[in-house]
């Protein structure tokens, strides 16, 4: 669907002054062209998206049609996949810190659970020692891939926990151990060949090798030029960090018997470019001489700081005047809820802004600070499917003990 005034119009009729907008074939597209990149080099592969990263149902019911697995990291998002129609045994749940309760109820359902502390490890094996079901677990391994960070994710795989876990997961009876999984945060592409190497390099040293290796997330998605040009350092296409990584396993296992299945745990990769969000110009004043416009949607809206987002400005027919070095700034009262530093053209109250690439992070991590959020619509086929209404006053405090 065109964006354009007529559209606008009609949209902000219908649901108010600011809306997000989802476009889940272009979700689709992202999944099916990444998944292909990694697949040509190696061929058992597969993805888990990363809930976090934007929980929309939608999304998390696509990747499980083509096959994907839920990455989540709470019980609250491994709810939401089995809501969504995921099998347990599709379900991958990573994190610090598990409720024990829900670890449990899982764990006897089939998700598989990596394993993140000694403490964790402990009680999973108490809990394979009472049971007659078979429980899905993996290690969460953490190593130096020269990125100057320090990660605070999982075991250091040359400690002595690292060790005793590793005993506890390939002795304990009832427990079946699945896989390998590490993170890392940093998105650049020079530090995942370090990611698949630091892996391989854990299996020659231990003979052993699971059915699954997850070399995590950090993946940059699709964007506009005039975004990539605000970064200090490359952002690369998916074939790039396929050549980085699933090229060292190909290499690695070509001349074995056995190829584990190689996971990648993308969400901004995947989302990051299928959503827009949509605000109203509502003031424009000058303040000792800087002007500044303030809009219906603030930068937790958006999730992008430190850049100017891919913006749109659409002249909804008052008079425009043309400014320079304007900025946008959002409803909130504080100060840095800025949207766009210093624009330069022609805008006028009742404007609308649509900025584009903020599907990573920002329906998920708005919180209700000030205004609650507001709706979600996809207008990737004919007709505008609501795939999120905007939330009320009530929504917010039915919590509260008034």
């Known amino acids: ?67 994907g697995y839920a990455e989540v990291v709470s019980e609250m998002e491994a709810e939401l996949a089995i809501k969504c129609g995921v099998k347990p045994e599709r379900i991958i749940w990573n994190g610090p810190i598990k409720n024990p309760d829900k670890l449990k109820e899982y764990l006897h359902m089939g998700v598989t659970v990596n394993m993140d502390s000694i403490e964790e490890a402990e009680y999973i094996q108490k809990l394979a020692e009472v049971t007659e079901k078979t429980l899905n677990v993996g290690i969460r391994c953490n190593y130096d891939v020269k990125d100057g960070v320090v990660s605070r994710f999982g075991f250091d795989i040359y400690s002595e926990e690292f060790k005793k876990v590793l005993d506890i997961v390939t002795h304990t009876t009832n427990l079946h151990f699945v896989n390998f999984q590490c993170h890392f945060a940093k998105r650049q592409v020079e530090y995942w060949p370090a990611r698949a190497k630091g892996m391989l390099e854990l299996l020659d040293r231990i003979n052993v090798i699971p059915e699954r290796i997850d070399i995590g997330g950090g993946i940059f998605g699709k964007m506009p030029d005039f975004l990539k040009e605000q970064f200090p350092y490359e952002v690369p296409g998916y074939k790039k960090y396929a050549k980085s990584a699933a090229a060292v396993f190909a290499e690695y296992f070509n001349d074995k018997k056995i190829k584990p299945e190689l996971i990648i745990e993308p969400g901004s990769a995947l989302v ?80 609308v802004l649509v900025i584009s690439n903020c599907g990573s992070y920002s329906l998920v991590m708005k919180p209700p600070f000030i205004l609650p959020n507001f709706p979600v619509l996809d207008i990737s086929g004919e007709e505008i499917e609501v795939i999120k209404r905007a939330e009320t006053f009530e929504d917010i405090f039915h919590t509260f003990n008034f």
């Open 1 to 67: 669907m065109t964006i354009n005034k007529t559209i606008i119009k009609k949209l902000r009729n219908e649901y108010g002054d600011a809306f997000y907008l989802l476009d889940s074939e272009q979700f689709k597209k992202n999944y099916l062209e990444l998944k292909n990149a990694f697949s040509e080099l190696y061929s058992n592969f597969n993805i888990a998206y990363s809930y976090k990263t934007n929980y929309t149902p939608k999304l998390c019911k696509i990747v499980n049609e083509l096959e």
């Open 272 to 351: 990051g470019d299928c959503m827009k969000f949509v605000g109203t110009v509502k003031t424009i004043k000058n303040v000792r001489g800087k002007y500044i416009a303030s809009v219906l949607g603030s930068q937790k809206n958006i999730s992008m700081t430190g850049v100017n987002p891919p913006m749109e400005v659409i002249h909804m027919g008052r008079t425009t005047k043309d400014y320079k070095d304007l900025d946008i700034v959002g409803f909130t009262c504080i100060e840095g809820d800025v949207l766009y530093k210093n624009y330069n053209g022609k805008l006028a109250l009742d404007d």
